[in-house]
């Protein structure tokens, strides 16, 4: 079975809890009589069908139910919402490789992949299973309790991946005060924060799935994942040995990266160039300085092209610090206080000149 993170979430949204199709779907697994139902319209449709008889009907759950007892497919218009045409034989190309089993997924599988429409397959009494194919893959139809369960689980997962994101913070601003740093403690971040939005994506596709049923799912989510791609960003541009583009993603490089590749710390190194991971690093102060309330980020780049490290940043006197365009002794003095207080909070000795 394909991922169904691999199914496009619009067709995930057609096919949710609460919409007319999975109400048809829900329908014909309870009276057992099986259906085809081909999503769409277009001379795409008219090249696969042939038979049957022209309804333009409106579009009801209970009319695709009642129709799918007759032998042939049905063809749903869903963006018109009519039931175009009933009792319809479906001939896709032969030639398309299929691995599903029994005439009617190997049918839906082909005339997904051979028309780019979404098809919905319900098996007779004795499986009751609702599949739909598209031409991205293929996912069963399950029930809403099955998918909170799932949803749960995800959200038990990214509570524990989060707060171990937030200890490996603590410990890189601690190693970045103590002047301790090396690039695994940086990288190491940045893999939980890749890990942390992969499974808030993965739980995304859950939600769709739900429908109107996952609002609080999301809520619960969108806390656990807040700032979390920011951070990984402004880690990445702290240790590149290069400043990264502005406009550039440290994700474009591990969104590639498989699951596996993305629990592997050093191939999560290799992937960004940052390696060796023993490597003694410093941190230019960009995420650092991102926690100072109000503070440009142009102030913030001006900063790091005048001290360049975080350990000359924290050497800076206010009388320095104010000297750098767009800061000014107010700023200074409040910059001052957060580097101090930062130490102060890690029990971290001031850097020797």
Same mark, same amino acid.
């Given at each position: 079975?394909?991922?169904?993170?691999?199914?496009?979430?619009?067709?995930?949204?057609?096919?949710?809890?609460?919409?007319?199709?999975?109400?048809?779907?829900?329908?014909i697994i309870r009276q057992g009589t099986g259906g085809l139902v081909l999503v769409g319209s277009g001379s795409v449709v008219d090249a696969v069908s042939s038979g049957g008889f022209?309804?333009?009907?409106?579009?009801?759950?209970?009319?695709?139910?009642?129709?799918? @007892?007759?032998?042939?497919?049905?063809?749903?218009?869903?963006?018109?919402?009519?039931?175009?045409?009933?009792?319809?034989?479906?001939?896709?190309?032969?030639?398309?490789?299929?691995?599903?089993?029994?005439?009617?997924?190997?049918?839906?599988?082909?005339?997904?992949?051979?028309?780019?429409?979404?098809?919905?397959?319900?098996?007779?009494?004795?499986?009751?299973?609702?599949?739909?194919?598209?031409?991205?893959?293929?996912?069963?139809?399950?029930?809403?309790?099955?998918?909170?369960?799932?949803?749960?689980?995800?959200?038990?997962?990214?509570?524990?991946?989060?707060?171990?994101?937030?200890?490996?913070?603590?410990?890189?601003?601690?190693?970045?005060?103590?002047?301790?740093?090396?690039?695994?403690?940086?990288?190491?971040?940045?893999?939980?924060?890749?890990?942390?939005?992969?499974?808030?994506?993965?739980?995304?596709?859950?939600?769709?799935?739900?429908?109107?049923?996952?609002?609080?799912?999301?809520?619960?989510?969108?806390?656990?994942?807040?700032?979390?791609?920011?951070?990984?960003?402004?880690?990445?541009?702290?240790?590149?040995?290069?400043?990264?583009?502005?406009?550039?993603?440290?994700?474009? @490089?591990?969104?590639?990266?498989?699951?596996?590749?993305?629990?592997?710390?050093?191939?999560?190194?290799?992937?960004?160039?940052?390696?060796?991971?023993?490597?003694?690093?410093?941190?230019?102060?960009?995420?650092?300085?991102?926690?100072?309330?109000?503070?440009?980020?142009?102030?913030?780049?001006?900063?790091?092209?005048?001290?360049?490290?975080?350990?000359?940043?924290?050497?800076?006197?206010?009388?320095?610090?104010?000297?750098?365009?767009g800061v000014g002794r107010s700023r200074a003095r409040q910059i001052r206080t957060y580097l101090d207080l930062l130490a102060e909070a890690g029990a971290v000795p001031e850097p020797?000149?």
């Amino acid at each position: 079975m394909a991922p169904k993170v691999a199914v496009p979430l619009d067709i995930l949204r057609r096919f949710a809890p609460g919409t007319g199709l999975r109400d048809a779907a829900e329908i014909i697994i309870r009276q057992g009589t099986g259906g085809l139902v081909l999503v769409g319209s277009g001379s795409v449709v008219d090249a696969v069908s042939s038979g049957g008889f022209v309804l333009d009907a409106p579009f009801t759950a209970q009319r695709v139910a009642e129709l799918s @007892k007759m032998d042939g497919g049905i063809v749903v218009d869903d963006v018109a919402d009519t039931i175009t045409r009933a009792n319809v034989h479906f001939i896709p190309d032969p030639s398309i490789d299929t691995d599903e089993t029994g005439t009617r997924f190997r049918t839906a599988d082909r005339l997904a992949v051979q028309t780019g429409l979404p098809v919905l397959a319900v098996s007779e009494e004795g499986r009751s299973i609702a599949v739909v194919f598209s031409p991205h893959g293929r996912f069963e139809l399950q029930d809403p309790t099955a998918l909170f369960a799932q949803a749960n689980q995800h959200l038990q997962a990214l509570e524990r991946l989060r707060r171990q994101l937030d200890d490996s913070v603590m410990r890189l601003t601690r190693d970045e005060l103590g002047d301790a740093t090396m690039l695994r403690d940086a990288v190491a971040v940045i893999q939980r924060a890749a890990i942390v939005l992969r499974i808030n994506a993965q739980l995304e596709t859950v939600a769709v799935e739900l429908g109107e049923e996952a609002p609080l799912i999301r809520i619960q989510a969108s806390d656990l994942v807040r700032d979390v791609a920011e951070l990984a960003e402004l880690v990445n541009f702290d240790y590149q040995p290069r400043r990264p583009r502005k406009g550039s993603s440290v994700f474009k @490089k591990l969104d590639e990266l498989p699951d596996e590749d993305l629990y592997n710390l050093a191939k999560v190194g290799a992937a960004l160039g940052l390696v060796p991971l023993d490597k003694p690093v410093r941190s230019r102060g960009a995420r650092l300085l991102a926690g100072i309330p109000r503070l440009p980020s142009s102030v913030r780049d001006a900063l790091i092209r005048k001290f360049g490290d975080l350990r000359r940043l924290r050497q800076a006197t206010i009388e320095e610090l104010s000297q750098v365009e767009g800061v000014g002794r107010s700023r200074a003095r409040q910059i001052r206080t957060y580097l101090d207080l930062l130490a102060e909070a890690g029990a971290v000795p001031e850097p020797e000149s």
